[in-house]
């Protein structure tokens, strides 16, 4: 049976966008190797966070199913592609994923397709990997097939901004491509703009969010000389933030995490060197500076434990929140992993307290579960607030402790020590 939609990669990105295409009305398919992750779908069972098991119920009843059989992708009139593109050994992108998609869909290319990457690479990925694969069948981008790029804005547990209201980029290897895209995602996104072409939209992607890390590695650094002057950042930022124009406040924190921000400005800079022979010299310092900021917290933790004449070696530390963001459980590129191996390698006794995560290791060790909050709040020689979550009453644990770390710079208790 003809689909509207068909969507390659049913992760953080793939699943919601099917569930507001299905919202608007369009019938959607999904494809995913993963056969646990088909076979839950199928059930009723979310393994996302902006997702709930009643959400994907909701999306079956509606007509959605999920498939690991490819020849399925040949009866849909549009095939967006949204498998992860991870770092490679050499700092690039791992385009294993992109590539492995783009065969899946070429071998079941049918006339008058749309063929859509959403997945971040780096610019020219769209017109040097995807359109020479989908014309090897003898079907003409432009012509007989259409092939676009747009990039994935997903934020995970943003309450505000979501796959219909987040304004969505579209470029096009032709003008013709780009007009299809831009009517197909017009049906169900309030806002669609349209790039140039699928350079810029790829490169639109990068731009947004090496801005954002390298914003983060300024303060990351000011919040180190700051400590050191005794000078309270979080205080500067708030006097920052008074100014109506030409400030836009970021914060320091323990590191950088999630599926973009320690990732996708690699991808710009690894780009340059490898297409330009010299560095993208602010994303590498950047890059240098957001990296070493778990070293930094657990040198910083060694030092609070200094002060009360303790050692390191045999302290009781209790890491809370453990995921990259708060209030919701994705732990990809989170901080706390490289945080906890280096409070272990100086030989603490490093537990962990996350209300969305229950089992968690970190580089190879298993880190304990603190099933007590309140008591295993009250006995650790030092607590660290890694990640915010809403459960938390920051001020009342930090009461309850013994000594009390603040990196989120969420406590107003005199017992908080700020980052």
Known sequence: MPKDLAIVGLGYVGLPLAQEAILAGLSVIGFDVNQAVVDGLNSGTSHVDDLSDADVAAMVTQGFRATTDEAELANASNVVICVPTPLSEDGGPDLGPVRSAT??????????MLVVLESTTYPGTTEELLLPALEAGGLQVGKDIYLAFSPERVDPGNPVYGIKNTPKVVGGITPACTQRVTDFYSRFIDTVVVARGTREAETAKLLENTYRHINIALVNEM???CHELNIDLWDVIRLASTKPFGFQAFYPGPGVGGHCIPIDPNYLSHNVRSRLGYPFRFVELAQEINATMPSYVAHRAQNILND???????????????TYKPNIADQRESPAVDLAKA???L??????????????SAKGHIIPRAEDLTAD????DLVILVQNHREYDVDGLAEQSRRFF?????ATSAKAIAL
């Open 308 to 322: 009360a004449e303790l050692a390191t070696k045999g302290a009781t530390v209790l890491l809370l929140g453990v």
């Open 377 to 380: 709040v009250a006995t650790a």
């Open 103 to 112: 065969a899946t869909v070429a071998r079941n290319l049918a006339p008058g």
């Open 347 to 360: 030989g603490a006794e490093v537990s962990f307290h996350d209300p969305h995560v229950q089992r968690w």
């Open 223 to 225: 919040a180190r000389f």
């Open 343 to 345: 409070l272990l390698d």
């Open 406 to 410: 603040d990196t989120r710079g969420c």
